[in-house]
């Protein structure tokens, strides 16, 4: 069930994406976009697919907040791949944007996709104003520096200042990191209906912590053909994670814990919400 709704996720996804960058015409900066938004697993936005579909909400309205959301997620992910980030020369299984282009074109093609991920949720085909604006100020928040921006400065801090975190603390940086894309993504179909979204909410926190704990273990143990990129550079780097502060097995079990949390967190949608308590459970066992 799972399999089948993320794989239809990422086709949907992947054909809006057609059609609103067709619009760019022919340049540097489109051709750039259209390479860094191209492959992945579309998680977050299958994560606003899902949730829209449990509260009732049509697709041809969600599928505008879903791929507003991949848009950010290639931009933060162009960005952390910079030379002055992480300088990572690979990302699914391609060359990064500053290799294949240079950097100049690589941090304009990243502002472009931040632009247009604000623009895909602002449309009138999301909703009412009221609606556009929630979701908007909500992504505004979850990526900018009390959310994303914050996680990935924290993060580079750390390693600057060369003292190892707590796991209180890397727990926080990757509750904005990772974490704030993934709780927006969740509680977006909520937020389209107008419903409540704390359920979702909960969900969310477990599955985006639970997400960056397999990380930190593929990391260690991934294969870096299936995973796309560059393994084993946090333990270059000397980072704390969570594998490094609870070993790998004391990580895989506090993973396991925080997926029943968040599966537990869905029980006011019954077996409607299945699908995204199989996707709890996917974060933990994938292998990319």
């Known amino acids: ?24 015409g022919d340049s540097a900066v489109s051709h750039a976009m259209r390479h860094a938004t191209t492959g992945g ?26 791929t507003g959301i991949e848009a950010l997620h290639a931009y933060s992910l162009v960005h952390d791949d910079l030379p002055c980030m992480d300088d990572d020369d690979l990302r699914r299984g391609q060359p990064t944007l500053h290799v294949k282009w240079d950097e100049g074109i690589a941090v304009l093609a990243g502002d472009a996709l931040q632009a247009l991920a604000f623009e895909l949720v602002t449309r009138p085909d ?23 921006v914050l996680g990935q400065a924290r993060d580079m801090a750390a390693e600057t200042a060369g003292q190892p975190l707590t796991l209180a603390q890397v727990t926080a940086l990757q509750a904005g990191k990772t974490g704030a894309l993934i709780e927006w993504s969740a509680c977006a179909g909520a937020r389209l209906a107008g419903d409540d979204p704390a359920p979702l909410h909960q969900y969310a926190q477990g599955l985006g912590l639970a997400f960056q704990i397999a990380d930190d273990i593929l990391d260690v143990t991934g294969d870096a053909t299936k995973a796309g990129k560059r393994l084993n550079k946090d333990t270059d780097a000397g980072k704390a994670t969570f594998v490094s502060l609870l070993g790998l097995e004391g990580a895989r079990t506090r993973a396991a814990e925080l997926v029943d949390q968040a599966c537990t967190a869905l029980s006011p949608y019954g077996s409607q919400a299945d699908t995204l308590r199989q996707a709890a459970h996917f974060v933990i066992s994938r292998d990319s």
């Open 1 to 24: 069930m799972f399999a089948t709704a993320l794989a239809l996720a990422a086709q949907q996804i992947d054909a809006h994406f057609d059609r609103v960058l067709g619009e760019f």
């Open 126 to 148: 999301c909703g009412s104003g009221d609606v556009r604006a929630d979701l908007a100020l909500g992504l505004a928040r979850a990526s900018g520096a009390k959310g994303m």
């Open 41 to 66: 697993k579309r998680l977050r936005g299958f994560l606003v697919l899902e949730s829209a579909r449990l509260h009732g909400v049509d697709a041809t309205r969600a599928i505008w907040p879903a």
